[in-house]
C-alpha cells in the first residue's frame, strides 16, 4: 500500500489524480467519519460535513506542502468544518442535539439494563453540555488517542492550550455529574 | 522513552474520564459514531468523485507544468508586444527623416514665405529680451 506521501506526490504531478485521490479517501474516511459523527450525532449531517471536507482536500491538495502529516491537516479542516455546520445550525435555530438526547433516552432505556443507561444518558448529556472545541479535543484525546501535539495542530492552538481544553472538558464533566 | 512517556500521560488522562463515567459507557458511547449504513464506506468514494465531477467547472487548479506554461505564455506575450512596439517606434522616426529629406526645396521656401510672419515674431521677442549677461558685464565694468 502506497504512503499518503506518494499518493499525494502522485496527485501533485497530475498522475492518475482521480485513482490516487481515491485511495487517500480509502484511507482516511473511516477515521474522519467517526470524528465528525461523534460531534453531530446524525449520519446524514455527518455524511454532508464528511464530502465538504474531501472537497476542500481535492481542492486544495496540490499546494499541500508536506509540512505536517497529511492526516493532521485533514483532522483540521474537518474540524473547521464540524465547527462551521453546527454554528450555522445555532444560528438557524436548530434544536437537533435535544431531541437526539431524547431518542437516545428512549432507545437507551429500552435496551440497557437501567443503571447502565442512566450512565449513558449523563455520559451523552455531560459531552452535549461542553463548548464544541472541548468536545472535539476530548474526543481526539480519548477516543482517538492522539497526542497533544497533534491536537494542537488539528485544532490550531499550543500544547499547553490543548492540555488545558481536555482538563476543563473533566472539570465540566465532573460539575454536571454533581449538579445531575 | 519517549513513546513511554507519552502513553503513561495518555492513560492518565484517560484514567481521569474513567473514573467519573465506566469504561463500558464510554464504549457505549463511542458506538453510536460507528453505526453507518450497509456499505456506506465502499460507496463514499465514487459519490465523492461524482460531486467533485459535478463542480467540475468551479473547481479551478494549476499543475506545475500548467503554472509554468502560463508563466511563459505571459512572458511571450510582454516580450512581443515590446518588440513590436519598439519596431514600430524606430519606423515611425524612419518615416519622419525620409519624409523631411523627400520635401523639395520649393516647398520649404513656400512655406517659409507663407509663414514669415511667425519667424518676425520670433525675431522681435528675441531683440527685446534682456541679455543679463551683458548687462551684468557693463555693470561690473563701470563699478
Redesign the interface.
Given at each position: 500500500m502506497q504512503s499518503d506521501q506518494e499518493l499525494i506526490l502522485q496527485f501533485?504531478?497530475?498522475i492518475q489524480r482521480?485513482q490516487n485521490?481515491?485511495q487517500l479517501?480509502?484511507k482516511h474516511?473511516?477515521k474522519v467519519?467517526?470524528?465528525i459523527?461523534?460531534m453531530v450525532?446524525d449520519?446524514d449531517d455527518a455524511?454532508d460535513i464528511?464530502?465538504m471536507v474531501?472537497?476542500k482536500i481535492?481542492?486544495k491538495l496540490?499546494g499541500f506542502k508536506m509540512e505536517s502529516e497529511f492526516s493532521t491537516w485533514l483532522f483540521r479542516i474537518a474540524y473547521n468544518e464540524t465547527l462551521n455546520f453546527i454554528a450555522k445550525q445555532k444560528r438557524q435555530g436548530s434544536n437537533t442535539s435535544s431531541t437526539d438526547i431524547l431518542d437516545y433516552e428512549n432507545t437507551a432505556s429500552h435496551t440497557?439494563a437501567p443503571k447502565?443507561s442512566e450512565?449513558?444518558i449523563?455520559?451523552?448529556q455531560?459531552?452535549k453540555q461542553l463548548p464544541e472545541k472541548q468536545q472535539f479535543v476530548?474526543m481526539l484525546?480519548?477516543?482517538e488517542?492522539y497526542?497533544y501535539e497533534k491536537i494542537a495542530s488539528i485544532t490550531g492552538t499550543t500544547v499547553g492550550g490543548a492540555k488545558a481544553n481536555?482538563?476543563q472538558a473533566?472539570k465540566k464533566?465532573?460539575e454536571f455529574?454533581k449538579k445531575s | 522513552m519517549e513513546q513511554k512517556k507519552i502513553d503513561t500521560a495518555l492513560e492518565d488522562d484517560k484514567l481521569m474520564v474513567e473514573q467519573l463515567f465506566s469504561k463500558e459507557a464510554l464504549v457505549n458511547y463511542d458506538k453510536s459514531a460507528y453505526d453507518v449504513p450497509a456499505s456506506y464506506f465502499e460507496t463514499f468514494p465514487e459519490k465523492l468523485q461524482q460531486r467533485i465531477t459535478n463542480n467540475k467547472p468551479k473547481v479551478f487548479f494549476l499543475t506545475p507544468i500548467g503554472k509554468m506554461a502560463i508563466a511563459a505564455i505571459f512572458i511571450f506575450v510582454v516580450s512581443s508586444t515590446f518588440i513590436f512596439l519598439n519596431s514600430s517606434a524606430d519606423k515611425n522616426l524612419t518615416l519622419s527623416a525620409i519624409s523631411i529629406q523627400d520635401i523639395s526645396n520649393d516647398e520649404i521656401e513656400a512655406y517659409v514665405n507663407a509663414n514669415e510672419w511667425i519667424a518676425d515674431i520670433d525675431w522681435q521677442s528675441e531683440e527685446f529680451k534682456p541679455d543679463t549677461e551683458v548687462e551684468q558685464f557693463y555693470k561690473d565694468s563701470i563699478d
Open positions: 501533485q504531478q497530475s482521480e485521490f481515491t479517501v480509502k474516511q473511516a467519519y467517526h470524528q459523527k461523534r450525532n449520519h455524511d464528511a464530502q474531501w472537497i481535492w481542492n496540490d440497557d447502565s450512565i449513558q449523563k455520559l451523552d455531560g459531552i476530548f484525546r480519548y477516543f488517542e497526542n481536555y482538563h473533566i464533566l465532573e455529574l | -
